[in-house]
């Protein structure tokens, strides 16, 4: 269960729905659907357009709540991918033997956090034991050196995760995040 996720979308559609409905309601005026808010009487009174800094300032403040809205929106369609539980049976007389894929990343995302310039790293290990995907996502440090740090995870912690998993090829995703931490830490 994600609780904030499911915050979140219920944020989304809720004020989906008040600016579906604010958008609405002037149709509804104009069509005469309201009754009691005539389309002959004026919204607002007086009829003096406001200073034109306003009406750009207006404009401005809407370009950028769109702009802030679609961005939250597109956040909405990023998800992880999701794991799974692999069979390992050979030969299905001697048992069969379960690993959650999820289990399985726990000691290669440890391995990515001792990695220098690496502050907080991420994995989850999707699809199937046939077709394995692996997603990771590294926050790298101010000073750290993000090429160096994707050859490493490529040239080291890659296949040794292949071979704990006896697996001959695993197609990766790494996505690298940068953070306002600098320096390494000490732990």
Known sequence: MNRPARLNRTLIAVLGLL????????????????P???????LV???????AWVLYAAAAAGIVLALAGL????????????????????????????????AAVVPFVEELRGYPGVHHATATLAGTRQAPVLEVVVSVEQDGDPT????????????????????????????LR??????????
Request: aromatic share 6%; proline share 8%; charged share 20%.
């Open 71 to 102: 961005r939250w929106l597109a956040a909405q369609l990023v998800r992880k991918p999701r794991g799974h539980v692999w069979r390992f049976d050979d030969s299905p007389d001697d048992g069969t033997t379960e690993l959650a894929a999820g």
């Open 148 to 175: 160096g740090i994707r050859g490493r995870i490529h040239a080291e912690g890659v296949p040794r995760l292949c071979q704990a998993l006896d697996l001959d090829s695993l197609a990766t995703r790494i996505e």
């Open 45 to 51: 009174p007086g009829t003096a357009l406001p200073p």
């Open 19 to 34: 600016l579906m409905a604010a958008g609405a309601l002037p149709a509804a005026i104009r069509f005469h659907w309201l």
């Open 36 to 42: 009691a808010l005539g389309a002959d009487r004026p």
């Open 178 to 187: 940068f953070t306002t931490t600098s320096g390494s830490r000490v732990g």
